[in-house]
């Protein structure tokens, strides 16, 4: 079971990363002003689109690198990661934050940091984590 301190954590580990705070009061995290994390509370229009499959507790919303990942990440853990209507078309998955262990949101993190940042930024990572 992971918490936004985990998130928080793993992501301002990553370089040229901040956290920002919005008007909401909800959190992003972002490289080179670039979302790849966020705080993403659902909103009236996905309760109603997903019922009672509506889930309850804190809900991170992440950028994959398709919608092929996308896919592959919903049927490979249905119980942790899910997707609305609003996000239809678009290459992200919504995790149930409390259902995720904490090896598998360190590889999501990184991935959608890998997919946001900038290719020389991200290459000098993955050389140096060789």
């Known amino acids: 079971m992971c918490s936004w301190d985990d998130v928080s954590r793993i ?14 009061g909800l959190r992003s995290w972002r490289v080179r002003d670039k ?4 705080e993403r509370p659902l909103r009236k229009a996905d309760l109603a689109a997903l019922g009672d499959a509506a889930p ?11 919608l092929g990942a996308k896919e592959a990440f919903l049927a490979d853990d249905p119980e942790v990661f899910f997707t609305t209507p609003h996000f ?12 995720i262990d904490e090896p598998e949101l360190v590889e ?21 984590a060789r």
């Open 11 to 24: 992501a301002t580990a990553l370089p040229d990363v901040n956290e920002q705070t919005g008007r909401d």
């Open 35 to 38: 979302s790849f994390v966020w």
């Open 56 to 66: 309850d507790g804190p809900i991170l919303g992440a950028w994959v690198p398709d």
């Open 88 to 99: 239809d078309g678009y290459p992200a998955v919504l995790v149930r934050l409390e259902r």
């Open 108 to 128: 999501l993190v990184v991935e959608a940091w890998l997919d946001r940042a900038p290719a020389k930024v991200a290459q000098a990572y993955l050389d140096d």
